[in-house]
């Protein structure tokens, strides 16, 4: 079973802080991606990447990056959190071309900035 | 824009009833196509895909959907829903030779007992 795991749960940050929310998957996907997740919104993309070092902007990347050193982990981060940014966050990966094959989602990271 | 649109925000059914949920894009070219379950407090599960070839796909949970590239749809369908498939339910697209996924806004379902 492909396993994608989102080291932080629930986080409460302060508005200005540097967050980082980290995913590793066990499957060696080549394709890994952060969603964010808000009511009536769905499932917005904000960055992916389909290799180490690697990564292109989704539909949201403003005050986001990301980094990606190793393959089996994708880190997102926050420069300076912001209160519009409390939300459910997602990792995911794939294998090989996106467009064959199934993405695999982490139980996602809540975060609240106050 | 190039979207993914779920029409239903929320549809309440009562156990044993229809169900049909919507989903349309707007993307040209060849498609890949999925319905994403998820139920409270859990991850994103897969529910059933459309690659290519017969375009009604069955999928978990006695869960199928149709796709009409005429129509550019892909709607899911249960002929008898249950109170545990209360849960939220997300299409998405893969689009051939890009390396994304795009949700629509995704459908609340509430199944009464």
């Known amino acids: 079973d492909v396993k994608v795991t989102q080291s932080s749960r629930y986080l409460v940050k302060r508005t200005g802080e540097k967050v980082f929310l980290e995913c590793v998957q066990d499957?060696?996907?080549?394709?890994m991606f952060w969603y964010r997740q808000d009511p009536g919104l769905g499932l917005r993309l904000i960055y992916f990447?389909?290799?180490?070092?690697?990564?292109e902007k989704g539909d949201i990347p403003e005050g986001y990056s990301v980094s990606r050193e190793k393959k089996e982990r994708f880190s997102l981060i926050l420069e300076s959190a912001s209160t519009n940014q409390t939300s459910m966050y997602l990792c995911?990966?794939?294998?090989?071309?996106?467009?064959?094959?199934?993405?695999?989602f982490g139980e996602g990271s809540w975060l609240t900035v106050v | 824009a190039q979207s993914v649109s779920q029409h239903n925000h929320h549809v309440i059914l009562s156990e044993a009833a229809s169900l049909e949920l919507g989903c349309n894009y707007s993307y040209g070219g060849t498609v890949n196509l999925f319905w994403y379950v998820q139920y409270p407090g859990q991850h994103l599960q897969l529910l059933l895909k459309?690659?290519?070839?017969?375009?009604l796909v069955k999928g978990i949970k006695g869960f199928e959907a149709e796709f009409i590239k005429s129509k550019f749809s892909f709607n899911l369908r249960k002929p008898s829903v249950q109170w545990s498939d209360t849960a939220e339910y997300f299409c998405?697209?893969?689009?051939?030779?890009?390396?994304?996924?795009?949700f629509g806004a995704g459908t609340r379902l509430t199944v009464k007992p």
């Open positions: 995911a990966s794939s294998s090989g071309t996106i467009s064959g094959n199934t993405i695999y």
């Open positions: 459309y690659f290519s070839g017969d375009p």
């Open positions: 499957m060696d996907h080549e394709n």
């Open positions: 990447s389909y290799d180490v070092k690697m990564k």
């Open positions: 998405a697209v893969t689009i051939l030779g890009n390396n994304d996924m795009r």
